[in-house]
């Protein structure tokens, strides 16, 4: 066990609410920070019941569903439906996801409704007569879409957990699609940004795609054929997505395009409720997305590596604390690449990866002194025991039930491919596999056998929506975008609340860093790491590459006296609303 020095660095939270006031927005600087309450410092605070998501309608839809009595369940569902409408980007119903849901009773679940390779799916399909990668193939246009499953995933959501009727549910994002929606700055660039693969990977002209000049913030964009898709969907719940006229047309889409996804996979498309995975750090109880996403693994495997340590000493961002995430990091993306994958078909070693004396062993080669190189990391020897463009939403609800829900169509609108007639994207999700045994796919992220293209498997995802206890009571939801940035930037963000002591608020806006094993250098955002602890790092032989901002984390954060605070992201237009 690395032995934990005595020139402990003194925290520098008060520095640090200076420096990041940029992004943050709040006025904790202008009013001097040291004198300033945590209460000024907070996100949206409700006394009863939350959204956060990455839109402001989508967030007022999941609020008003809210209200009108709905619990957290209903208001997860339209929130997701309200986000295929106004969040192109990444919101879906062309896509999957995973929910992690804590009812008030004290009972979690997850759903996995992550999307399916097709069933004409084959191992090389991405490669050449030579064995290499295809360029984009598993990245853009219709062989990089797998089986949608977010449909499927809220009818069963709605079946299990859901209370009023579904109709209702879809309702306000058919209306939304209608009414249109108000382009912000952001997605007007995006959609100006993605234009030109839009119409090469498409036939038609896409809707989203404005022909005659570039969209303008205040564009209002209506969604008419996505409406009528919705309405086959409020009226005929999975029926109306998996066969029938959608279903048609995805098909006719896949023919156009060379695609793969036939009215069988679509038929036999099936969400499936998973136990999700559970463990402790310190005091709170983890409850994250278990297999085919490596992220609750991931997560758990990172707190329990830095556990021993006292971080809240070292300080936030300073030398000692970023080496110690960083080597947990780089050890556990190694694990990640060798052992995780769809559990329907490779046998992920769950219990081996939470081992508390592997994990241990893990870190006992790590010194503060050096950088250990991960050319000299390998995949642990796990023990076996008997027996592999995203948006992320959080709701608690006036019950005390929450839901921590990441949905997906992988990189920003996906495979860019529109499904004619139908005005959906369709998710570019199959570049998740691995492609090659060691070639890296959109994220740098590698793998093998466990998460090779098979026929109707699901690809490993980092997704990592997390529900955390306190005393056995709700404590945090909280869940993020950001590719194989994501695992990191959950496990960032607990840490900022629980060792770090911001508000939800600070934490979801601090800014981040990263490390992935492969390629072997912390990835930081602008004002992540200071000049002087970047010194530091440099001399110990750790690589910095700065990078653009990512990840949209989006939080809930149980007060001591019950009342809820909102954490938004500032990176985009996220907003937390609650009443
Ligand atoms: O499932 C995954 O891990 C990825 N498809 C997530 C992609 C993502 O977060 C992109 N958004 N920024």
Redesign the pocket.
């Known amino acids: 066990m690395l032995p934990i020095p005595d020139h402990r660095i003194k925290s520098r939270r008060y520095t640090f609410t200076c420096f990041a006031a940029v992004l943050l927005t709040l006025s904790s600087c202008a009013t001097g920070s040291k004198t300033q309450t945590q209460a000024a410092r907070r996100g949206v605070v409700a006394d009863k019941a939350m959204v956060v998501s990455a839109h402001p309608d989508a967030s007022n839809i999941g609020l008003e569903i809210l209200r009108k009595g709905g619990n957290a369940y209903d208001a997860a569902i339209a929130t997701q439906f309200a986000l295929a409408v106004c969040y192109p980007v990444?919101g879906n119903i062309g896509g999957g996801g995973f929910l992690v849901y804590r009812q008030h009773t004290g009972e979690t679940g997850a759903l996995d409704f992550r999307e399916k390779a097709p069933s004409a799916a084959s191992r090389d399909m991405y490669l050449d007569s030579l064995g290499n990668v295809i360029p984009d193939l598993s990245l853009l246009g219709h062989l990089a879409a797998g089986v949608p499953g977010s449909v499927d995933g809220m009818v069963k959501i709605h079946e299990k957990l859901g209370s009023l009727p579904f109709a209702e549910l879809v309702q306000p994002a058919i209306d939304l699609a209608r009414r249109g929606v108000v382009l912000t700055e952001r997605e007007t660039r995006m959609l100006n940004n993605a234009k030109a693969q839009m119409l090469a990977h498409n036939k038609h002209t896409p809707y989203l795609v404005n022909r005659q000049a570039d969209w303008q913030p205040g564009d209002k964009l209506y969604h008419l054929d996505l409406a009528r898709t919705l309405e086959r969907i409020r009226d005929k719940g999975r029926d109306g997505f998996y066969t029938g006229e959608t279903a048609d047309q995805i098909v006719k889409e896949m023919q156009r395009g060379g695609g793969l996804i036939s009215h069988k996979d679509l038929l036999a498309y099936n969400a499936v409720w998973r136990e999700p995975i559970k463990g402790q750090y310190k005091d709170l109880r983890i409850i994250s997305m278990s297999p085919p996403s490596s992220g609750g693994i991931a997560l758990l495997q990172l707190l329990t590596m830095v556990e021993p340590y006292d971080l809240k000493a070292y300080g936030w961002q300073q030398a000692p604390t970023i080496q110690l995430m960083t080597e947990a990091k780089r050890r556990v993306y190694a694990d990640r690449a060798t052992y995780l994958g769809d559990p329907d078909f490779y046998k992920v070693p769950v219990s081996g990866l939470l081992d508390q004396n592997y994990l241990k062993t893990r870190m006992s080669n790590v010194s503060l002194d050096q950088a250990t190189a991960s050319s000299e990391i390998k995949a642990g020897e796990v023990p076996i025991y008997e027996s592999d463009?995203?948006t992320h939403f959080s709701i608690v609800d006036q019950f005390g039930n929450a839901a921590s829900i990441t949905t997906?169509i992988?990189?920003g609108y996906g495979s860019m491919v529109v499904v004619e007639g139908a005005g959906f994207l369709l998710n570019n999700?199959m570049d998740?596999f691995s492609a090659k045994p060691g070639i890296p796919n959109m994220f740098g992220l590698i793998g093998g056998e466990a998460n090779a293209v098979q026929p109707s498997k699901r690809m490993l995802?980092?997704?990592t929506p997390t529900i955390i206890e306190k005393a056995a009571k709700l404590y945090m939801v909280v869940g993020t975008?950001?590719?194989s940035t994501?695992i990191t930037s959950v496990f960032q963000t607990i840490l900022n609340v629980v060792e770090h002591g911001m508000t939800m608020q600070e934490a979801v806006a601090a800014p981040r860093f990263h490390h992935q094993w492969l390629p072997d250098e912390i990835q930081h955002e602008p004002d992540a790491i200071s000049p002087e602890v970047r010194a530091i790092l440099e001399s110990k032989g750790y690589k910095l590459k700065q990078r653009n901002r990512y990840g949209a984390v989006e939080g809930i954060l149980v007060l001591p006296n019950g009342k809820l605070e909102g954490g938004a992201d500032p990176r985009g237009d996220d907003k937390a609303v609650g009443y």
């Open positions: 990444a463009q995203t997906t992988n990189g999700e998740d995802s980092a997704m975008p950001g590719g994501i």
